[in-house]
Antibody, heavy 125, light 110 residues
């Protein structure tokens, strides 16, 4: 059974960097049958996919167009976790942030089959 | 404004059958699978239907999914009070090179 445990600050000041970590148990961040995603949810924007990382002999990233200039998702194989960094945040980035595992098979990725518990991050001075 | 379009609300009485629609385009549902997620109050979404019409283990067969062209539908038969939740559709979008979601449909069991 896969479990995803999120951690990170819940309050971030405008213009600073939002940083969250997702610790994986029951699977590996280096699995070639998974993609590791960050998704956020707010009343104004609904569910919004931010990006993902996956390992297929080397590391690959995909990022949403809306945040591509500000986002970095990195793996940490020594701790079996992955992280989100979102730079230059504004109050518009206030949301519940989720990490989620994407099930992948045969070179394609499918649904998000496991989710973290969610972290409400507020951007405010 | 979400890429996929869902009705904001739906309702039904216990035992009824309800359907929720999801409209997309040729770059998402038209060429890729549709997915459905259920979000109970105060919890993270969880997978309800994957690859248009497949149910993860543990999801009752009262839930079913279908796809036609650039639209998908979620049907819930034998409606129960515990089905009261928000439902979201999703798909991979080839033009955006990313996952897109619908705005969500709040289901009320009357």
């Amino acid at each position: 059974q896969v479990q995803l445990q999120q951690s990170g600050p819940r309050l971030v000041k405008p213009s600073q960097t939002l940083s969250l970590t997702c610790v994986i148990s029951g699977d590996s961040v280096s699995s070639d049958r998974a993609a590791w995603n960050w998704i956020r949810q707010s009343p104004s924007r609904g569910l919004e996919w931010l990006g993902r990382i996956k390992y297929r002999s080397k590391w690959y990233n995909d990022y949403a167009v809306s945040v591509k200039s500000r986002i970095t998702i990195n793996p940490d194989t020594s701790k079996n976790q992955f992280s989100l960094q979102l730079n230059s945040v504004t109050p518009e980035d206030t949301a519940v942030y989720y990490c989620a595992k994407g099930y992948c098979s045969g070179g394609s990725c499918y649904h998000f089959d496991y989710w973290g518990q969610g972290t409400l991050v507020t951007v405010s001075s | 404004q979400s890429v996929l379009t869902q009705p904001p609300s739906a309702s039904g009485t216990p035992g009824q059958r309800v359907t929720i629609s999801c409209s997309g385009s040729s770059s998402n549902i038209g060429t890729n699978y549709a997915y459905w997620y259920q979000q109970l109050p105060g919890t993270a979404p969880h997978s309800l239907i994957y690859s248009n019409n497949q149910r993860p283990s543990g999801v009752p067969d009262r839930f079913s999914g279908s796809k036609s062209g650039t639209s998908a539908s979620l049907a819930i038969s034998g409606l129960r009070s515990e089905d009261e939740a928000d439902y979201y559709c999703a798909a991979w979008d080839d033009s955006l090179n990313g996952w897109v979601f619908g705005g969500g449909t709040r289901l009320t069991v009357l």
